[in-house]
T-cell receptor, first 109, second 116 residues
Framework: KQEVTQIPAALSVPEGENLVLNCSFT??????LQWFRQDPGKGLTSLLL?????REQTSGRLNASLDKSSGRSTLYIAASQPGDSATYLC????????FGTGTRLTVIP | NAGVTQTPKFQVLKTGQSMTLQCAQD?????MSWYRQDPGMGLRLIHY???????DQGEVPNGYNVSRSTTEDFPLRLLSAAPSQTSVYFC???????????????FGQGTRLTVV
């Protein structure tokens, strides 16, 4: 069974700082990896999808990388803003998706 | 485009009652699944379906039933609710079996269930 771990569980940074969220997985037989954002009491919003053949994917201030050989993915957020405060989840797997427990990000104005 | 729609958004049940959580998608995705999200435990897979008429168990299937009679709908039934089933439930859909494997997963807004 795929095990997905996210470190740190919580992160607090001042506005404007660049930051990196980490995701590791145990089984490299994944089709792709997806990063989500979840605001309190809300559903999951897809941020980035990286196919297993790709090394990275970018959307605006977000950049996600994937290294299947080491079982790791990172989500880089540039010039963080208070509106980025949320829980960030990564998920991967073959047909079924397995989730990490998330990183709760707080960006302080 | 509606995407994935879940109903109801909130529900309170008494122990022993039954209910059905509804999930519908309009993207012609053959793969649909149900997750529950509990504090500190992340999202855990309850049941999934790879197409109409085909369902299978995930990590935590006990106490839940599913069926898939159409591509669009994937209801989750609680047969006899227990306080341990208090959770937030999410439905997801995507395509599998394409040349690139699984496509982007879309999630509903969730159903917050409390069993008293």
């Amino acid at each position: 069974k795929q095990e997905v771990t996210q470190i740190p569980a919580a992160l607090s940074v001042p506005e404007g700082e660049n930051l990196v969220l980490n995701c590791s997985f145990t089984d490299s037989a994944i089709y792709n990896l997806q990063w989500f954002r979840q605001d309190p009491g809300k559903g999951l919003t897809s941020l980035l999808l990286i196919q297993s053949s790709q090394r990275e994917q970018t959307s605006g201030r977000l950049n996600a990388s994937l290294d299947k050989s080491s079982g790791r993915s990172t989500l880089y957020i540039a010039a963080s803003q208070p509106g980025d405060s949320a829980t960030y989840l990564c998920a991967c797997g073959a047909n079924n998706l397995f989730f990490g427990t998330g990183t709760r990000l707080t960006v302080i104005p | 485009n509606a995407g994935v729609t879940q109903t109801p958004k909130f529900q309170v049940l008494k122990t022993g009652q039954s209910m059905t959580l509804q999930c519908a998608q309009d993207m012609n995705h053959e793969y649909m699944s149900w997750y529950r999200q509990d504090p500190g435990m992340g999202l855990r897979l309850i049941h999934y379906s790879v197409g109409a008429g085909i369902t299978d168990q995930g990590e935590v299937p006990n106490g839940y039933n599913v069926s898939r009679s159409t591509t669009e709908d994937f209801p989750l039934r609680l047969l006899s609710a227990a306080p341990s089933q208090t959770s937030v439930y999410f439905c997801a859909s995507y395509l599998t079996g394409t040349g690139l494997g699984r496509t982007e997963a879309f999630f509903g807004q969730g159903t917050r269930l409390t069993v008293v």
